[in-house]
């Protein structure tokens, strides 16, 4: 597994695979309806920083680290990512997620936190709480789930 910085030749496997995420409706709060324009001012553009996780050279996985708010909440990162469908179960949530708090810290950050967990994704809460986050949030009915409906979105924290 090779984690590294993304470069211009990435964005079309980003974008590729950010539209299959979306398009799922279960765990990830843009949709189908997102523009490639949107998309890469959120993944791929300053302020964010984007890595992609390669796995035997194929393209498998890629996320964000970007300030979580401007001004005064500027020392928190944010970050963002996604794992392609065939290298799930491999533990790339995990170290892509390590890597990013690396990458946080590098760049000046005191904490992390996610806005927007949705809570059934109970895969992703597990990752996210081995890696030291915990659940500082609770919002109730704020994903749109494509199967179940509305569920809760958790916000997850954790100082660097």
Do not use: K
């Amino acid at each position: 597994m090779l984690i590294r910085p993304a470069s211009g030749a990435d964005w079309p496997g980003v974008w590729e695979l950010f539209r299959l995420v979306a398009a799922g409706g279960d765990v990830f709060a843009y949709d189908e309806s997102t523009t490639e324009d949107a998309a890469r001012r959120l993944w791929f553009e300053p302020p964010a920083t984007c890595f992609v996780a390669e796995i035997d050279g194929h393209f498998a996985g890629t996320y964000y680290v970007r300030p979580n708010a401007a001004g005064r909440g500027g020392h928190v990162a944010n970050a963002g990512y996604m794992v392609a469908p065939v290298f799930r179960g491999r533990g790339l949530a995990r170290a892509m997620c390590g890597h990013s708090l690396a990458a946080a810290r590098s760049l000046g950050f005191t904490a992390m936190q996610f806005n927007f967990v949705v809570a059934s994704n109970a895969a992703a809460v597990r990752v996210w709480e081995g890696c030291g986050f915990a659940v500082v949030g609770r919002v109730p009915g704020a994903f749109r789930h494509a199967e179940l409906g509305f569920v809760d979105a958790l916000v997850m924290h954790r100082a660097l």
